[in-house]
């Protein structure tokens, strides 16, 4: 549970840096919190069903979902 705390905690502030995203932002506080819980399960998934979904298609969802949720909105 700590390891997987402090990868969270990690990647939010990565995110957060990247994407130039206002951390009193509830809306955007929300958004990063369904990508990397989302990211994480998907991750896995990913390892449970290793034959069933390639790398490289699993990170051209990941990139939807990205513009989707952080290209997209910081644009607006």
Do not use: P, T
């Not at 955007?28 to 390639?54: C, P, Q, T, W």
């Not at 790398?55 to 979902?65: G, P």
């Amino acid at each position: 549970m700590s390891f997987q705390f402090k990868l969270k905690e990690k990647i939010r502030k990565n995110i957060y840096k990247f994407f130039h995203l206002d951390k009193n932002d509830l809306k955007a506080e929300l958004a990063v919190e369904f990508f990397i819980n989302g990211h994480l399960n998907a991750l896995l998934y990913m390892y449970k069903y290793k034959d069933r979904l390639s790398i490289e298609d699993y990170l051209e969802i990941v990139k939807l979902v990205i513009n989707n949720i952080f290209v997209l909105k910081n644009r607006q």
